[in-house]
């Protein structure tokens, strides 16, 4: 399967920094996503991003396909943002593989 | 509009007994999954199923049982659970095979 490698994994910042979450493949993917835990524990879809760009109010990701990276910007954080960012994919496994692996995840901490 | 909801939220129970974790949706999407979030292995897939009576493995079945006789319905059961097993379990759901919505997780502790 696939390996997927996220950066930093640890991420302090002020409150209204900028910061920038990266997510790389091992192999190309056809099903990229990008999910927020919150400190109580529940898993938030951010964005299904398996190429280009999105945005959504101050969060937006870029998934390069064809070099294998995906990025995750958060813009003007705020303390409700802290928690733990999670990048997921699907690799072209064959047909009926719906595996998503997940990386180890982006600890961030937004302090006041 | 209840979404996607698991229980029970919190169980405690011990060494070799039976335990089945319930997962709802109310969305009739297709696809169902189980995930396993454990401190050092992020998180891992335990079964899929694509539709109703379609079940499949994923990382780490071993020890678990699911089925899928509804859409909206996909219980995890541990046959004889193991200290092991101590985890956060989520279940999730999508359409399409593409956005996944997860549940708010149960936690399990195996004594």
């Known amino acids: 399967g696939i390996q997927v490698e996220q950066s930093p994994p640890d991420l302090i910042l002020q409150e209204g920094a900028n910061s920038t979450l990266r997510c790389n493949f091992s192999d190309s993917v056809n099903n990229l996503q990008w999910f927020h835990q919150n400190p109580w524990g529940q898993l938030i879809n951010l964005f299904y991003?398996?190429?280009g760009t999105k945005q959504n109010g101050r969060l937006s990701a870029t998934t390069v396909a064809t070099e294998r990276y995906s990025l995750l910007y958060i813009s003007s954080s705020q303390t409700t943002d802290s928690g733990v960012y999670f990048c997921?994919?699907?690799?072209?496994?064959?047909?009926?593989?719906?595996?998503?692996?997940f990386g180890k995840g982006t600890k961030l901490s937004v302090i006041p | 509009d209840a979404g996607i909801t698991q229980s029970p939220r919190y169980k405690i129970t011990e060494t070799g007994r039976q335990v089945t974790l319930m997962c709802h949706q109310t969305?009739?999407?297709?696809?169902m999954f189980w995930y396993r979030q454990d401190l050092g292995h992020g998180l891992r897939l335990i079964y899929y199923s694509a539709a109703a009576d379609i079940t499949d493995k994923g990382e780490v079945p071993d020890g678990y049982v699911v089925s899928r006789s509804k859409t909206e319905n996909f219980p995890l059961t541990l046959e004889s659970a193991t200290r092991s097993q101590t985890s956060v379990y989520f279940c999730?759901?999508?359409?399409?095979?593409?956005?996944?919505?997860f549940g708010p997780g149960t936690r399990l502790t195996v004594l």
């Open positions: 999730a759901s999508s359409e399409l095979a593409d956005t996944q919505y």
């Open positions: 991003i398996p190429s």
């Open positions: 997921a994919g699907r690799g072209y496994s064959g047909a009926g593989s719906y595996q998503l692996t």
């Open positions: 969305w009739s999407h297709s696809y």
